[in-house]
């Protein structure tokens, strides 16, 4: 009966969120869409706002246009979102021929839009974007730590981050294991769970917190430390990482059936949970100071899709179940009531946005904050498809 009821709600904020995706997937179809900063990047004087590109086309977010309107497909039929799609799927084709700025974001760039398009129409074209990617991918392993490396060095940066494995990359890794079930080739699939092995025991804190950024030694493979990334520091807990985790984690256990990924998302989903206001919205690390109040409701919507994901497991205890699923409705609603923009006025949905703790803006909009927000709207409402 209360599921019913939860699953009437959600129905309702999908139909809101149709209706005005519906207008702004057409004003918008030849972008990819990254984030208007009201007052930055977009200060018209108005108080509109308006989707806009972020750091050219090889940026991590540009799948999640895509993936947004791939999920309005599976969803209403509606062959409109899945052409809208596709330009900006095309459009990705050239980060393949520049290639040298592609890094361990291609899952994120690739799952949502060519492989999701693969995965509802059967399109071999995309088939192909996303073997191509999840090669790429793979390509980054390195077997002396069992990690994917992170990002790329800038050059004449002196940066050296050739040992890096980041948190987010839990992530990336669904290409591989989709590649895997794609293929019958089974080597994508060991590489995942090398990751997803290597992030379980060095990345997992005892109280359930994980770390953003590890460091291992690349020719030995032995850890150096860890860094604070895009949270407030050393040793604290980055939101939107402890949601990359506990879903990435589910995601690990959802393809590979490995009870220890299960254990370590419930663990990762325990501490969140512990650690959620009062008022349901997320702050965009759990130990950064009381003012100024940063918010990051990407990390939210994250951490209530890994919530919802759990709560529909059978081998999850029916009271945890529970437990998890009151948890992502405590999110989802916080999300709707306070921080969501359903007027016309602007593109976007969700409001209050951090990129990491020491960026220069705060509390603005992101595409992926609402990609994740409609997935889990979907989640709870009980629609099947994944995207992930
Ligand atoms: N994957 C990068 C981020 O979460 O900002």
Redesign the pocket.
């Known amino acids: 009966m209360q599921q019913e009821k939860e699953k009437l709600w959600a129905g309702e904020v999908f139909a809101e969120f149709e209706k005005k995706m519906e207008k702004v997937a057409e004003k918008s179809k030849d972008k990819i869409p990254a984030l208007a900063i009201d007052g930055v990047h977009d200060d018209r004087g108005d108080g509109t706002k308006e989707w806009r590109a972020d750091d050219g086309l090889n940026w991590?977010t540009n799948g999640f246009w895509g993936g947004m309107l791939w999920m309005l497909y599976a969803e209403t039929g509606k062959e409109r979102y899945g052409e809208i799609a596709r330009i900006s799927e095309r459009k990705l084709d050239a980060c393949f021929e520049s290639f040298l700025g592609l890094h361990h974001?291609v899952g994120?760039m690739w799952m949502p839009t060519a492989v999701a398009d693969y995965r509802l129409t059967g399109n071999r074209e995309a088939r192909k974007r996303g073997l191509h990617a999840a090669d790429l991918l793979a390509g980054r392993f390195n077997p002396a730590g069992g990690f994917i490396r992170a990002w790329n060095d800038i050059p004449g940066s002196g940066d050296d981050t050739r040992g890096w494995a980041?948190i987010?990359c839990m992530?990336n890794i669904t290409l591989l294991y989709w590649a895997s079930e794609e293929t019958k080739d089974p080597r994508f699939r060991q590489i995942a769970m090398l990751h997803a092995d290597t992030v379980r025991e060095n990345f997992i804190r005892p109280d359930g917190s994980v770390k953003h950024i590890v460091e291992f030694d690349p020719e030995t493979g032995a850890v150096r430390r860890d860094y604070g990334g895009?949270g407030y520091g050393e040793g604290s807990s980055w939101t939107?990482?402890q949601g990359?985790g506990l879903y990435g984690f589910a995601l690990s256990f959802l393809h590979t059936g490995k009870a220890e990924y299960l254990e370590t998302a419930e663990k990762i989903g325990d501490y969140f949970a512990a650690n959620i206001p009062e008022d349901g919205l997320i702050p965009v690390d759990f130990c950064q100071p009381a003012e100024p109040l940063w918010y990051d409701d990407?990390a939210a919507a994250v951490a209530a899709c890994g919530f919802l994901e759990l709560s529909g497991m059978e081998a999850v205890p029916e009271d945890k179940r529970i437990f998890y699923r009151e948890a992502a409705l405590k999110l989802l609603k916080a999300l709707d009531e306070k921080h969501c923009d359903w007027t016309e006025k602007s593109d976007c949905f969700l409001t209050h946005c951090s990129?990491?703790y020491h960026g220069e803006q705060h509390n603005h909009t992101l595409v992926?904050a609402d990609s994740f927000f409609l997935e889990a709207i979907l989640k709870l409402k009980g629609a099947p498809f994944l995207l992930w």
């Open positions: 991590w974001d994120f980041i987010d992530f895009q939107r990482g990359w990407t990129g990491s992926y």
